[in-house]
């Protein structure tokens, strides 16, 4: 029997749990709205294809993929089921409940409501023929790159946007303030990022190349005016030899800092209030999501509706110093700005149509309805037409020449 809906993968998947024929394949929890599936790598000394690849192999037969007799290709077989389960607006990987490392390892995976895909799904339509709008004024080419469709969406099911864009994904506008007063300003447009840090460490050998990624230096601190401020200055600058790596893409903006001084930030970040930014330390070494691009559109909506006030694009990076709110942000030593450049002129563009909303335009109309059943379904295909892995970044798992 073969089959092609997600729906069916669904119903699929819950007569496998119930059946308890397969090892590892399980409830998670009560409730039983997350369950547990074995997740066992191939290479490991005890892995047993016919136990381990078993819920695999069997999603295979019932696609009509493999036939008993055939090669078998458990990789392919684990391959085709992590796929159906991202592509699949059921389906929620919680990764803080998955177990990876341990000696029979699992994920677990959330059912998500009919409720909240609706909600996801209508949030996404809305948003997206939004900005679309906004950029078909702006005189903008309404085009998806061929990169965007390798790269994967923001977190699978948010939305489909971000490719209509005007600058590349990865420009970040750098501003650096010393004591409150701008110093310098940089565009960054490196694919993979770019390295803050101070110029006079830089340049020793491999280790510092800047083929790989953009260099962005300090200003020196000669440029500020009052000399115990400059000699304070000069002293913390000797402490971020290693500087920070920063990097952006269609989900957001991702931190790492390798430098000595202890680095604050506030920003639209994974984590923090809905729509607010929130102060955080940042630890050496780890890798951190300061600017989400999914909470900035989705905040920018409800701007638009006047729930909230305007997001900001820009993330503040406090060096040495402890950041407690924006309003200290102009006492500090050393502020760094990073905005992230769509974004920013989504802003200024919601900004102009605020003042002419598009409902006052013969020329604009919004679909009827805007969410009917058909257009649902196309734009989850869309919104989950990926790519099941999310798009490089600097990650804890990722090796980082520094």
Known sequence: MSNSGGRRLKQWLMEQIQSAQYSGLQWEDESRTMFRIPWKHAGKQDYNQEVDASIFKAWAVFKGKYKEGEKAEPATWKTRLRCALNKSPDFEEVTERSQLDISEPYKVYRIVPEEEQKRDVQRCLLTSYFIIVLLQEEGCSIQASPEYWSQGSINGKILLCTQFTIQPLCQM??????????????????????????????????????????????????LIEFERQRYVTRKLLGHLERGVLVRAN?????????????????????????????????????????????????????????????????VTLCFGEELNDHNSAKSKLIIVQITAVNCQHLLETMNVRRSQPYCNNPNLEMPDEVVTDQMARIYQDLCSYSGTQRPACYRDNMPITA
Not at 193 to 221: E, K, N, T, W
Not at 292 to 304: E, I, N, P, S, V
């Open 173 to 222: 506008m750098i501003s650096f303030y010393y004591g409150g007063k701008l110093m310098h300003s940089t565009l960054v447009t490196h694919p993979e990022g770019c390295r803050i840090s101070p110029q006079q460490h830089l340049g020793r050998g491999a280790l510092y190349s800047s083929d790989s990624m953009q260099s962005v230096y300090f200003p020196p601190a000669e």
């Open 250 to 314: 269609q989900e957001g903006i991702y931190i790492k800092r390798l430098c000595q001084s202890r680095v604050f930030w506030s920003g639209l970040g994974e984590v923090g209030s809905q729509y607010g930014s929130m102060p955080g330390k940042l630890d050496r070494d780890a890798v951190v999501k300061i600017f989400d691009t999914g909470r900035f559109l989705q905040a920018l909506q409800l701007y638009q509706e006047g729930q909230i006030p305007a997001p900001d694009p820009t």
